[in-house]
Structures are given as structure tokens and as C-alpha cells.
């Protein structure tokens, strides 16, 4: 029921910036954690970062201090914004939203986009 569409991504320098948003379409709950997974080919995904609808947020060692995730709660949707990348960072990323009701949990997945970081 709930579709995401994630926009940005592409190829940026090394030290440059990128901004991923991801739109979520159907019913997104209070409960709904969104955030952003990266994977590149032969290993695991990744969490990036995350946001509840109340604004905590949780981020991977390897990006605090530089990637900033946010969400707007009335258009459903969460972006991340990417400073002083590396090429480390390089990776498809997913947007992810999570939620639950009082039968089961719920896990959708946008279909990714791909961030290559130039050194």
C-alpha cells in the first residue's frame, strides 16, 4: 500500500554535497520510522540514518556530523542531506519506512538510488 519514490543521488566529488528525498504515497502512521539504507554489491545494507515523526533521530558512526536527516510529517516525507562525502559513501541508497498497528509490523522499501563519490 505505501509506496516510496526517492529523488536525487548521482555523481558528486569528493568534500561535495547531496540531497536524497524520498516521497511516501498511502498511510504513513505516527509510529513510522523513516530513514535511508546503503549497500554496495558483496555487502550487507546498511542503516544510514533514521527519523520517528516525533524528530529523534539515529545516524551511523561513519556519518554523524555529516549527514542530516529530516522528515516533514504533513507531506510525508524524509530527505537527507549529505555533507563532506567521501568515496566510502559511495552506494545505492533506500529510503525505508517502518510501522506497525496492533497485528503486525509493516516494511516498505523505495527502489534506490545510486550515490558514486569521486576522489
Known amino acids: 500500500q505505501v509506496q516510496l519514490v526517492e529523488s536525487g543521488g548521482g555523481l558528486v566529488q569528493a568534500g561535495g554535497s547531496q540531497r536524497l528525498s524520498c516521497a511516501a504515497s498511502?498511510?504513513?502512521?505516527?509510529?513510522?520510522?523513516m530513514g535511508w539504507y546503503r549497500q554496495t554489491p558483496g555487502k550487507q545494507r546498511e542503516l544510514v540514518a533514521d527519523?520517528?515523526?516525533?524528530?529523534?533521530?539515529n545516524y551511523a558512526d561513519s556519518v554523524k556530523g555529516r549527514f542530516t536527516i529530516s522528515r516533514d510529517n504533513g507531506k510525508n516525507t524524509v530527505v537527507l542531506q549529505m555533507s563532506s562525502l567521501k568515496p566510502e559513501d559511495t552506494g545505492v541508497y533506500y529510503c525505508n519506512v517502518k510501522q506497525r498497528d496492533y497485528w503486525r509490523r509493516y516494511d516498505y522499501w523505495g527502489q534506490g538510488t545510486q550515490v558514486t563519490v569521486s576522489s
Open positions: 498511502g498511510s504513513i502512521f505516527s509510529n513510522s520510522v
Open positions: 527519523i520517528t515523526s516525533g524528530g529523534s533521530t
